[in-house]
């Protein structure tokens, strides 16, 4: 959500409002910039925080990840109704398949591309269009990316990977497995990058574009 918040703040550069408030951290007076982008961000960080704690609530019935899901929250919804009830559509999908061992890690990654698309859906027009393009195919991305740096450690601990059941693992050693599908993971990683990128250059970044 950070790279949101900065990302939004390069296209629409115009709208940041100097401010300046007391940091604990540095315990001292700190200047810096605030606008609309940046609290939806944080908002959206808020949603999709609380509902990561909640899909930990009900998988592993962790009593401290629905205690802080009860504090990261927010109270009024009204304003995001309709993206949060499309996010927890998806969310709830996800996890059915992920309960069923699904080997359609295409599907899952569409799904979480849904996901990210929801939370870059902020602007209006031909310029809101691309910007969705790009959290679609970054959301493919994060989620086939994770699976791949994951896909040692959980089949270590026999946890759910759509890798594992895409390429039919064979109890084999987890670094041979994970060498003989990465070639293809990649290509697939690839075609993501490549969309992203076009989306990107059809977006018009007013700052920061050299990073």
Same mark, same amino acid.
């Given at each position: ?10 296209? =629409?550069?115009d709208? +940041?409002? %100097?401010?300046?408030?007391?940091? @604990? ?6 200047? &810096?910039?605030?606008?609309?982008? *940046?609290?939806?961000?944080a ?17 592993? /019935? ?18 995001? =109704?309709?993206?949060?009830?499309? *996010? +927890? ?9 992920? /309960?069923?061992?699904? %080997? ?8 979480? @591309? ?25 959301? $493919?991305? *994060? #989620? ?8 040692? =450690? ?7 990977? %759509? ?5 039919? &693992?064979?109890k ?5 497995? /994970? ?5 293809? *993971?990649?290509?697939?990683? #690839? ?8 989306? #990107? ?7 920061? $574009?050299?990073?």
């Amino acid at each position: 959500m950070t790279f949101l918040a900065l990302f939004l703040s390069s296209i =629409k550069y115009d709208i +940041d409002t %100097p401010k300046r408030r007391f940091c @604990g951290y540095k315990v001292s007076r700190v200047n &810096y910039f605030q606008n609309k982008y *940046i609290d939806y961000a944080a908002v959206m960080n808020i949603i999709l925080t609380n509902r990561k704690l909640l899909d930990d609530y009900n998988d592993d /019935k962790n009593i401290i990840s629905l205690l802080l899901s009860k504090i990261l929250n927010i109270k009024d919804t009204r304003e995001f =109704k309709n993206k949060i009830c499309e *996010i +927890d559509k998806n969310l709830k999908e996800m996890s059915l398949l992920e /309960k069923q061992n699904s %080997p359609d890690i295409d599907r899952l990654s569409h799904i979480f @591309g849904e996901i990210t698309k929801e939370t870059f859906d902020v602007l209006e027009g031909k310029e809101g269009e691309i910007l969705k393009y790009l959290g679609y195919n970054l959301g $493919r991305w *994060i #989620y086939v990316v994770d699976a791949l740096d994951d896909l040692e =450690k959980d089949i270590r601990e026999n946890k759910y990977n %759509p890798i594992v059941y895409a390429f039919n &693992y064979q109890k084999e050693d987890e670094h041979k497995f /994970k060498e003989r599908v990465v070639e293809n *993971i990649r290509f697939v990683l #690839y075609s993501y990058l490549e969309n992203i990128t076009k989306a #990107y250059e059809l977006l018009n970044i007013k700052r920061t $574009r050299e990073y």
